[in-house]
């Protein structure tokens, strides 16, 4: 036998004898994992994911039940898809699931974990909790910018007046629209100038591109930690370059804000840098990393996600027409033909709202939220999730049970106007948590909220829509980072207002 053989008859026969010892030992173990399929040696379940996760995962609870295992390499993972579940993972053993899951490419991009989606639960993390749900992202400091927010919106109203008639991509638009208010939310008028806006807007907007596939795709360092210190793929060390890019953009930022009136807090970033001033002596600082850190959650889970929200919402009523037609009436009603919608009006929306929360219901932009890993092993429903696991919680398919809402598939709005369905965004009810629940509930929701809202309110009150000649609205998803539509969603406005001049 020669020795090249010998080396692979020696690594199969060693890869069959850990695969059989892992299967016994998951038989006999005591409390069991929870169940699922085997997979194959040293791979696992890999060779048989569906690049739709949540999906592959909704077809697997079916088989195993709600609560179930799989490993994906050779890490093991445990996947949720029940409201009474999630309850025990979110809520009743919250602190020792309190833990993000990061991968390879998350730790890079955040700074090594320095910002408040991907921080390891600690004194840290709250500090960083505190100061971006309390004070950058509070009701307060959104509501003093929200002239800012008001003059994107307006500048995306005269955009798509001047192409009435013809096909827009509404996805396209509407994250354009949504990176110009959250930039110009963050450093409100330190970008005097209209073109240097435009060219940062472009760069974020390349950088963000370019981040993308690195999240998405499957990471050998994720998959087999042993191997992590070699980045095989070289997704850390492409990381690095790109998180470089967006540092120099806020460097630059910071630079412009820092040279100007220093106590002057008319936007985010003022807000962060005072703090950061006043923080310097204290127990646990906020840092400039964690400003930029913060920046980067800010900049990169406000657009995707809000404009998604955003297309999906209007994908759904524009195959529906008596639901536009209610919502533009609701329009009508609270705001007139003879005014923009300003979000003075949003609380008096609520047909709006429930439109918001029913496309997040059957579309939630994180369908498996952001996994978690216990800090200790614990028992869920008789089952050992042991320390290290990645744990994924199903919000698409728990959204979507039959045995929790009715006509689960059907898009109905109105669903939640009935007192057995009233749900807020707060993650309290376990059904229904389109933004996670628990301590790492999304820190932006506030805002996220209110951008979705008040774009989709101008679009249905300032325009009619149609599709092109010949098309149809296309609700297919495609899996990534966020979901988003597969077929982007392309429609022709028409203006509606009294009068022109509203448009500019």
């Known amino acids: 036998m020669t020795e090249p053989t010998t080396f692979l008859y020696t690594f199969f026969l060693a890869a069959f004898f850990l695969y059989a010892t892992l299967f016994l030992l998951r038989r006999k173990r005591s409390p069991p994992l929870p169940p699922g ?21 909704a077809d697997l609870s079916k088989k195993y039940g709600p609560i179930f295992s799989l490993r994906l390499g050779s890490r093991l993972t445990v ?37 408040i989606a991907f921080s390891p639960n600690g004194p840290t993390w709250r500090m960083l909790r505190h100061v971006g749900v309390h004070e950058v992202l509070s009701s307060s400091s959104l509501d003093r910018v929200s002239d800012l927010r008001q003059q994107e919106i307006l500048s995306t109203i005269r955009r798509i ?110 807000v962060m840098l005072k703090k950061e001033r006043e923080s310097r002596n204290s127990k646990t600082p906020f840092t400039m990393t964690h400003v930029k850190a913060l920046l980067m959650d800010m ?108 006509d689960p598939l059907e898009f109905k709005p109105e669903r939640f106007l009935q007192e057995k369905f009233k749900r807020d965004f707060k993650g309290k009810e376990f059904d229904y948590m389109p933004f996670g629940s628990g301590r790492r509930i999304c820190a932006g929701v506030v805002m996220a909220e209110r951008m979705a809202c008040h774009l989709l309110a101008t679009m249905v009150h300032s325009f009619d829509w149609k599709l092109p000649e010949g098309k149809e609205v296309d609700l297919s998803e495609k899996f990534g980072i966020v979901i988003k539509l597969a077929v982007p969603l392309v429609a022709i406005p028409t203006p509606r207002l009294s009068n022109d001049k509203l448009y500019y």
């Open 79 to 115: 996947v949720i898809s029940s409201p009474s579940l999630s309850r025990a993972i979110l809520r009743e053993h919250d602190e020792t699931f309190a833990n993000p899951d990061v991968t390879a490419a998350a730790y890079i991009f955040s700074y090594g974990g320095n910002d």
């Open 161 to 270: 007046h001047e192409r009435c008639g013809t096909p827009i991509d509404i996805g396209a638009e509407m994250f354009l629209t949504t990176m110009n208010i959250v930039t110009s939310t963050i450093w409100g008028r330190t970008l005097q100038v209209e073109k240097e806006r435009e060219l940062v807007g472009k760069d974020f907007k390349k950088v963000i591109a370019d981040i993308v596939p690195l999240f998405t795709q499957h990471n050998v360092s994720d998959l087999f930690p042993a191997l992590a210190q070699f980045d095989l793929q070289g997704i850390r060390r492409k990381m690095e370059v790109l998180r470089a890019r967006f540092d120099i953009i806020f460097e630059r930022m910071i630079e412009k804000k820092c040279s100007g009136e220093e106590e002057r807090v008319d936007d985010l970033l003022g």
């Open 299 to 406: 900049v990169t889970a406000g657009t995707d996600t809000t404009s998604s929200t955003v297309e999906y919402a209007m994908a759904e009523i524009i195959k529906k027409p008596n639901i536009f037609q209610k919502l533009q009436e609701e329009l009508i009603q609270v705001v007139g033909k003879d005014k923009l919608v300003h979000e003075s009006h949003l609380p008096q929306l609520s047909f709006l709202s429930c439109v918001i929360k029913e496309t997040l219901r059957i579309h939630p932009i994180l369908p498996l939220l952001i996994p978690r890993c216990p800090s200790s092993s614990c028992t869920i429903d008789g089952y050992l999730i042991p320390e290290g696991t990645r744990v994924f919680v199903n919000v698409w398919a728990i959204q979507r049970d039959p045995t929790q809402w009715t």
């Open 37 to 57: 399929p085997t997979g194959l040696p040293l791979i696992g379940s890999l060779p048989f994911l569906d690049p739709s996760l949540h999906k592959y995962f």
